[in-house]
């Protein structure tokens, strides 16, 4: 990571970031699989953000159950994604696309995190990226269909994206990416992410403060 020290967001105005603490970012990946490229992609943005300085959690889904409304509501995985989502300012969501989407674990996921738990929304006003890998040619249906999510549960979804094609080209035998455009937009995507938590972290309720809302507040 030496070689980023001079082309990173090192010197980003401290004038704006009010917050002393580091961005707190949690991942998500979308597949089980023993070599997964998701995971991988989703490691080696994890290792992107600590050079950042950012705290960086990954949400291992192995035995997260299927979505089934309030039955497994005290499952232990669906409790620990639902206290990472709160805590976090800022998350990377990063699936395989299959079928021509994303894959129905990440989906899984994301259903288990609801828009609000009582008076907390695990979800509003906090920053999003979202990646994805494919095997054959490069496309965009997965990254797509998460932003769609991402609006849903009222993220700020960054403008940048990665979609790498033909993943299983892009990985060294120890796991880490190689050298290439894509891992450069990896980059720039983690990059952009942090910028965007920096910005808005401080302000977020006010971001997503909604007139109909608080017109509902005062009625009761």
Same mark, same amino acid.
């Given at each position: ?9 090192? &010197?980003? !105005? %401290? ?8 961005? $707190?970012?949690? +991942?998500?990946?979308?597949? @089980? ?60 969501? &990063?699936? !395989? %696309? ?8 990440? $989906?899984?996921? +994301?259903?288990?995190?609801? @828009? ?105």
């Amino acid at each position: 990571m030496q070689y980023l020290k001079n082309h990173t967001f090192s &010197s980003f !105005p %401290e004038q704006i970031v009010t917050s002393s603490h580091k961005p $707190k970012i949690l +991942i998500l990946y979308g597949s @089980l699989r023993n070599k997964s490229y998701s995971r991988l992609l989703a490691e080696e943005a994890k290792r992107i953000l600590e050079f950042f300085g950012a705290e960086v959690k990954m949400f291992n889904p192995d035995g997260i159950p299927i979505y089934d409304g309030d039955c497994s509501v005290d499952h232990p995985k669906v409790t620990e994604l639902r206290s990472l989502s709160q805590w976090s300012e800022g998350q990377v969501w &990063s699936s !395989p %696309e299959m079928h021509g989407n994303m894959t129905g674990l990440m $989906k899984t996921m +994301i259903d288990w995190i609801p @828009l609000n738990i009582g008076a907390v929304r695990p979800t509003q006003g906090k920053t999003l990226a979202v990646l994805q890998v494919s095997g054959g040619s490069q496309s965009f249906n997965a990254v797509n269909n998460m932003r769609i999510l991402g609006r849903w549960m009222r993220m700020i979804t960054i403008p940048n994206q990665s979609s790498v094609a033909k993943v299983f080209n892009e990985f060294q035998e120890d796991g880490t990416m190689k050298e290439s455009g894509y891992r450069d937009r990896l980059v720039d995507v983690m990059e952009e992410l942090l910028k965007f938590t920096f910005l808005s972290r401080d302000i977020s309720y006010y971001l997503v403060d909604r007139y109909s809302e608080r017109k509902e507040k005062n009625n009761k």
